[in-house]
C-alpha cells in the first residue's frame, strides 16, 4: 500500500504546488486548514520551503538551490538582502546574529525563520535574478553538486559546469520526473581531483575516457543517511557529455519505476541497487529506459583523485588562493560550519564585484570561493576586513568543521551542533596542534543518523546522541575516526560511542597527540586509523573534561530555541502572524 | 472522527489529527523488555518507524538505542499517548521519563504510516 505521503503527492504535487503556496501566503497562516497542515507541509518541501521544528510553527526554512554552487554575478547581493530582510525570527543565535545564510553540503543556500506570508515577495526577488527554492527540498531532482571550480580548474578532464547546468534545465521543472520515490542526488565530476563528491550520491558522472574520447563513468546508489551507508556502485556504463542527460533521465525513470513507494525508509536507490545488483541495474536500464546502446565503462581517473582523500594533496577543499585555467584565481574562503550573517554575505557580494568578476561558488565543505581575480587584485583582496574573519589561511580546525543544522531548528536532530561545533574548532585552535603535515583535518558534526553534515567522510566523524554524567541526560557523541573519499573512499570506524559533548575537544585533543606520538615518519592520520582495529583506536580517544564549557548540554530539542534565557517550550511566541506577532494559542 | 496518525520527516516525529505530538530525540525508560540485557532499558528515540491506533492508545514502534549498553535496534510496540476522544481529537501523550512496557501485538490494530 502506497505510504501516506504518497497519498498527498497524488493529490497534488510538482509545480502546481507554487499557486497553492502563493495562495495560503496571500491569505496568511491560518489559512491553511489545521486538519490539511501535514499534507501541505509535505508539499511545499517540492518549493524549498520546510516547516521548521515544534516550537517554531508557522516559520519555515527556505533552502534555495544553486546547480554546482555557481552564485553568478548579482545572485549574491539578493541572496544576502533576502536573508537581512526576511530570514529574521523571534531570538537571536548568540554567535551569528539575526539574519544569516548558511552554505550548505550541497553547495545551496539555506535560509531560517522565513514566515508563509513573505513567500511571494521573496520569490520575486531571487527569481529577479535567476534564483529559484524549486525542487530544493521533496521527492525530485535535488541541487545539483559537483566541482565548484568546474569550467575555471586548471585540473580539469571535461569541464563538467555545463553538464551540471544542462541536468538542471531539463529536470528542474520536468512534470516527467517531479514525482520519484524519494529525494534524487546528483553529482558530476569532471575533475582529476574528485571533489565533486560523487561517491556519496545517488548518481554519479565521473570522468572517464573510452576510446580516446573524454566522457563520464556512471556509478548509482551512494548515500549516508540513516545507519546504511553506501558508496555508489559502479554499472559498468560509459557515456559522452552530450549524452549525460539521456542517461540521467534513463536512471531517475528507472528510480521512478522501481523505487519502493511504500516504506519510505527503504525508497532510496540505494537500497534498489542493493537489491538487484549492478548488474540488473544496467540491464534493465538498457531495456527499459534508453534507447541506444550503452557503452560499457571507460578508463576512469580516480587513482588521481585527491580530494578529502586524506593526502593533503591538490587544491582539496578550495580554501586559499589557487591560479584558474585562464590565469585569473580563485579565493577559497572559510566559512566556519558554513553561516555567514547576512551583512558579511552582502559585504562579500561587493567584494567578489570589486575584485573578481561578481561569481562567487559554493563548496560542499560549507566554504564560499570568489571566482575570476586578476593576479594585481590579489593583495588588496587579502587585506579586505572581511577576510580576517573569513580567512583563505584558516587554522585547520577552522576550515576543517562542518555542521548541519541541529536542534536549533531540525526535527530530526537529537543535538545542538552548529554553534557547538564554532565553540570546539575555537577551542582546538588555541590547545591542539596538528602535526605541521596536516593542513586539513576534517571534523564533522551531524546531530543525526540522516548525516547531513557527511559525518562518515571525516577524519572525525561526530554523530549526535545522549548520555547521562552524574544520572542527569546530557547531549553527547557518537566519535567515529579514519573516514574520507579519494581513490578508495572509507567510511569511518565509530569507536567511541556516547561522549557526553562536553568532554568531545578533551577526546580530539588526546587523540591528536596519540597520533603524534605513535605515527609512522610521513604517516597521514587517515591511514593511521586504517592500520588500527576498532579497540587500538577506541584506547586512543580518551574523553576528558578540560576548561571548554559546552552551554548547550541540556535537552536542546525540549526547548523552543535554545539560546534564548526563556527557552521553555510553552514560551514560544509562535506561531506568528506575517508581523510576527504572536497568534492565539488553541489551549 | 477517525485519528489520524503518521509519522514525518523521516521518522522526526509522530502527528496525531495533523498536531505534532512525540519528537525523537527524548529517553524512554523501558522495563520488561528485551530490546537488551540491562534491568531496565535507558532508550534514545532517534526514529519513528512505525505507528498505529489501538483504541484509545496511540502507539509506536521506535529504532534507536540504549544509551547504557549501546544495544541498537528497533522497539516492540509502545503506547506513547491516547486520544480518549476521538471527537475531540484531544492527545494526552504519556510521560517518557516514566516506566513503559513495549509489547509484541497480540491482535490487529490499525498501523499507519
Not at chain 1, 586548471?154 to 534545465?169: F, G, R, S, T, Y
Not at chain 1, 562518515?456 to 547531549?475: F, N, Y
Request: glycine share 8%.
Amino acid at each position: 500500500m502506497p505510504s501516506k505521503v504518497e497519498k498527498w503527492k497524488d493529490d497534488v504535487y510538482g509545480n502546481e504546488i507554487r499557486e497553492h503556496l502563493l495562495e495560503f501566503a496571500e491569505q496568511g497562516w491560518e489559512s491553511i486548514p489545521e486538519d490539511e497542515h501535514d499534507a501541505w507541509f509535505e508539499r511545499f518541501k517540492w518549493w524549498g520551503l520546510y516547516h521548521q521544528r515544534s516550537g517554531q510553527e508557522s516559520y519555515f526554512m527556505m533552502r534555495i538551490g544553486t546547480p554546482n554552487g555557481v552564485i553568478k554575478p548579482g545572485q549574491l547581493e539578493v541572496i544576502g538582502d533576502v536573508a537581512k530582510e526576511y530570514a529574521t525570527g523571534p531570538a537571536d543565535n548568540p554567535e551569528f546574529g539575526d539574519a544569516y545564510c548558511d552554505w550548505t553540503t550541497r553547495q545551496s543556500v539555506q535560509l531560517h525563520w522565513i514566515k508563509l506570508e513573505d513567500i511571494p515577495e521573496i520569490f520575486d526577488k531571487l527569481e529577479s535574478v535567476g534564483l529559484s527554492t524549486q525542487q530544493a527540498c521533496g521527492d525530485s531532482w535535488r541541487n545539483i553538486v559537483g566541482c565548484p571550480v568546474a569550467g575555471k580548474d586548471k585540473h580539469e578532464h571535461i569541464d563538467a559546469w555545463p553538464v551540471a547546468e544542462e541536468l538542471n534545465e531539463t529536470f528542474k521543472g520536468n512534470d516527467d520526473y517531479a514525482n520519484l520515490p524519494r529525494k534524487w542526488k546528483v553529482a558530476v565530476t569532471g575533475c582529476d581531483e574528485g571533489c565533486g563528491q560523487g561517491d556519496i550520491n545517488d548518481l554519479a558522472f565521473e570522468p572517464a575516457e573510452k576510446d580516446g574520447e573524454l566522457g563520464f563513468n556512471i556509478r548509482v546508489g551512494g548515500g549516508l543517511s540513516r545507519k546504511e551507508a553506501r558508496l555508489a556502485r559502479d554499472i559498468d556504463v560509459w557515456v559522452p557529455p552530450e549524452q549525460a542527460a539521456d542517461v540521467a533521465a534513463g536512471m531517475s525513470g528507472l528510480f521512478n519505476e522501481y523505487g519502493d513507494r511504500e516504506d519510505r525508509f527503504n525508497a532510496r536507490i540505494k537500497f534498489l541497487v542493493d537489491e538487484w545488483g549492478p548488474e540488473k541495474m544496467r540491464q534493465v536500464l538498457q531495456d527499459e529506459f534508453v534507447d541506444f546502446e550503452l557503452e560499457t565503462a571507460g578508463e576512469d581517473m580516480r587513482d588521481q583523485y585527491t580530494y578529502n582523500s586524506g593526502g593533503n594533496e591538490g587544491h582539496d577543499d578550495h580554501v586559499g588562493i589557487h591560479e584558474q585555467d585562464d590565469g585569473n584565481y580563485y579565493v577559497g574562503l572559510n566559512v566556519l560550519v558554513g553561516r555567514m550573517g547576512a551583512d558579511d554575505t552582502l559585504e562579500l557580494a561587493e567584494l567578489a564585484e570589486e575584485y573578481g568578476s561578481g561569481e562567487v561558488r559554493l563548496t560542499q565543505r560549507q566554504n564560499v570561493i570568489i571566482m575570476d581575480v586578476p593576479e594585481e587584485n590579489l593583495e588588496d583582496l587579502k587585506s579586505e576586513p572581511l577576510l580576517e574573519d573569513y580567512s583563505p589561511e584558516p587554522s585547520p580546525f577552522m576550515r576543517g568543521s562542518i555542521a548541519c543544522t541541529g536542534t536549533e531548528f531540525c526535527s530530526l536532530s537529537i543535538v545542538e551542533t552548529k554553534n557547538r561545533q564554532v565553540r570546539y574548532a575555537r577551542w582546538l585552535k588555541d590547545n591542539v596542534e596538528l602535526p605541521a603535515d596536516h593542513e586539513d583535518f576534517h571534523i564533522h558534526l551531524s546531530g543525526c543518523t540522516a548525516s547531513c553534515a557527511q559525518p562518515q567522510i571525516a577524519d572525525v566523524s561526530l554523530r549526535g546522541m545522549k548520555t547521562r554524567k552524574d544520572g542527569e541526560p546530557v547531549e553527547a557523541l557518537d566519535i567515529g575516526l579514519g573516514g574520507g573519499l579519494g581513490e578508495d573512499p572509507r567510511f569511518a570506524d565509530w569507536v567511541e560511542m556516547r561522549v557526553p559533548a562536553d568532554e568531545v575537544p578533551g577526546a580530539i585533543k588526546n587523540l591528536v597527540n596519540n597520533f603524534k606520538d605513535r605515527r609512522e615518519d610521513g604517516e597521514t592520520f587517515r591511514d593511521f586509523v586504517e592500520a588500527r582495529d576498532e579497540d587500538t583506536l577506541a584506547d586512543l580517544v580518551e574523553p576528558e573534561e578540560t576548561d571548554y564549557h559546552d552551554p548547550y548540554m541540556h535537552n536542546t530539542k525540549m526547548t523552543w530555541y535554545p539560546y534564548v534565557e526563556d527557552d521553555d517550550m510553552q514560551s514560544s511566541p509562535a506561531p506568528t502572524n506575517g508581523d510576527g506577532e504572536p497568534l492565539p494559542s488553541d489551549d | 472522527m477517525t485519528t489520524d496518525v503518521h509519522q514525518l520527516d523521516d521518522g522526526a516525529w509522530i502527528s496525531v489529527n495533523d498536531s505534532r505530538e512525540v519528537n525523537v530525540s527524548d529517553l524512554w525508560l523501558l522495563a520488561r523488555s528485551d530490546f537488551c540485557d540491562c534491568e531496565t532499558t535507558d532508550f534514545l528515540a532517534e526514529g519513528f518507524v512505525k505507528v498505529g491506533v489501538d483504541h484509545p492508545d496511540i502507539e509506536a514502534r521506535i529504532a534507536g538505542q540504549c544509551i547504557a549498553c549501546g544495544a541498537s535496534g528497533i522497539t516492540d510496540w509502545l503506547t506513547v499517548g491516547r486520544v480518549v476522544d476521538p471527537k475531540s481529537g484531544d492527545f494526552y501523550g504519556v510521560v517518557h521519563e516514566s516506566v513503559h512496557f513495549p509489547e509484541k501485538r497480540t491482535r490487529l490494530a490499525r498501523t499507519a504510516d
